[in-house]
């Protein structure tokens, strides 16, 4: 529940692949409620979720992730993605107003991307909605 500040003392920022090992121990409980991590340069990004599982804190390149198939079967809307970075979390928000302020979109799914990246969704579709428009967000 505490703040994890990490300070990059190098005169470099950390590269796509590297791994930082904080944590040893025999179990792993509980998260941050907040993380201060030092910038990266565009397209890299930071990936925490290791720090709960194994202590690790690592970079990787951020892909753009894409929604790709999308169906409707009976009153569901389905639809998948691919591309993001595996293991990481994402939310999906929708809205059928395109051009309402994204604070305004609502969370429809909050999750990670399975270990290759790809993600999987259904969601009843709602007969409010005339038109439904729907983003990915890393957080």
Known sequence: GGTLIITNLGAT?????????????????????KMILPPLPFGLGWVTNGLVTNGILSVVTWTRPLIGAISIAQTNLIFSGSSGVGNTPFQLLGSPNLAAPLA???VLLTNQFDVNGDFHFTNALDANWPQGFYRLQIP
């Open 104 to 106: 305004n979109w609502t």
């Open 13 to 33: 920022p950390p590269a796509s692949g590297s791994s930082f090992i904080l944590f040893t121990a025999a179990s792993f409980n509980g998260t941050f409620a």
